[in-house]
């Protein structure tokens, strides 16, 4: 299992927490008060912000980094995933076809065209450090027909973003490009898996992830240790999606060493806060919520072992207080706690992997 990540932004321990910045801003929170939380890592949605404000207008503005005042190196997602949620949602929205992806947010926009080579580009002009392959996204209970065109498509779009990488990037020296990855489908068929990996470990590329559902009903699915197993043992596995801290140390145990979500922040806009990290108990934390009764007078901060922003400076019944009162403050603070939980607890499990 790799140890560290070297991005042309400097090396990474592993493994890393990485929040969602899905517009460029983690939801609430000032970028520059994440590296005082242990994050060094975002990801941006590519789909998003070529919708809003649209990528010319952030490479204008300096490119991604500059635009969002973040100096850390930055991941991108090839819009695949996205894409695949509009077509499982309202008709109309989305399709796809040999050549890519064709999308829009609501009826009343234009249709967007994603292909290989566009996917690329669009993450070349947003600056990102580490971009993603197209790949062809479906539900792991779609029939064994759209797997099998899911695989194929995956295969041959990821062939076609590494030609396009190679060649944009040709007079670029090779510690100053941005890392490529690539997504493994083939649904709940390992035979397709196996397909899709080996195939991909052939093109080349700098890591890979696993897409799509990696959680049903609140657990991990197979898949997740499938993929791991179906590729070399030195691979940069990034978990797309994973998730609650149990899930995380579980894909951690099986290889996985990068992982983002959205639900730290949006479970702290909710007043739902992680405590008392601990990973040879049963469950490495414990919930507060903290529109309970209990903290209205509590005195101690929400978890006394945490160094973050509220804990070393406010008292879980100001938490409570800032939310009955619905200041934005409290949302913001409770935010970070949560990522900072998740940043200490990826901090605990590179001690437990260290040589």
């Not at 405590?275 to 978890?303: K, Q, S």
Request: hydrophobic residues 40%; aromatic residues 8%; glycine residues 10%.
């Amino acid at each position: 299992m790799p140890v560290s990540l070297t991005t042309r932004r400097g090396e990474l321990a592993l493994p890393q927490f990485v929040p969602d910045a899905t517009r460029a801003v983690v939801r609430g929170v000032p970028a520059a008060s994440l590296p005082a939380h242990g994050v060094e890592l975002v990801l941006v949605s590519t789909v998003h912000l070529a919708s809003q404000p649209g990528t010319s207008v952030v490479k204008a503005l300096g490119g991604v980094h500059s635009f969002m005042d973040w100096a850390g190196p930055v991941v991108s997602d090839s819009g695949g995933f996205q894409v695949f949620s509009l077509l499982s949602g309202q008709k109309g929205l989305a399709s796809v076809s040999d050549s890519g992806l064709s999308y829009r947010f609501s009826p009343k926009q234009r249709f967007r065209e994603l292909t290989p080579r566009s996917c690329v580009e669009t993450q070349l002009r947003l600056g990102a450090d580490i971009i993603y392959c197209l790949d062809y996204c479906t539900h792991p209970q779609a029939p064994a027909g759209e797997q099998e065109r899911s695989v194929a498509l995956t295969i041959k779009w990821a062939a076609q973003c590494r030609a396009a990488y190679d060649q944009l990037l040709a007079d670029v020296a090779p510690d100053q490009r941005p890392k490529l990855f690539a997504v493994v489908q083939g649904g709940q068929d390992r035979a397709l898996r196996s397909r899709c990996a080996q195939a991909l470990v052939e093109l080349g590329f700098d890591g890979y992830g696993f897409g799509g559902y990696p959680i049903v009903d609140g657990t991990l699915v197979d898949e997740v240790a499938l993929v791991a197993d179906l590729l070399p043992a030195d691979s940069l596995l990034h978990g797309l999606g994973i998730g609650t801290p149990d899930n995380l140390v579980a894909a951690w145990r099986a290889g996985y060493t990068i992982f983002d979500c959205t639900l730290p922040t949006r479970n702290g806009r909710r007043g739902v806060l992680y405590a008392g990290l601990d990973l040879d108990a049963d469950r490495p934390h414990r919930t507060v919520r903290i529109g309970d009764e209990r903290w209205v007078r509590e005195t101690r901060p929400v978890d006394p072992a945490c160094d973050c922003q509220l804990c070393t400076r406010y008292s879980a019944g100001y938490l409570a207080h800032l939310f009955r009162v619905e200041d934005t403050l409290g949302l913001s603070l409770a935010s970070l706690h949560n990522l900072r939980f998740y940043t200490r607890l990826t901090e605990a499990l590179r001690k437990r992997s260290a040589p």
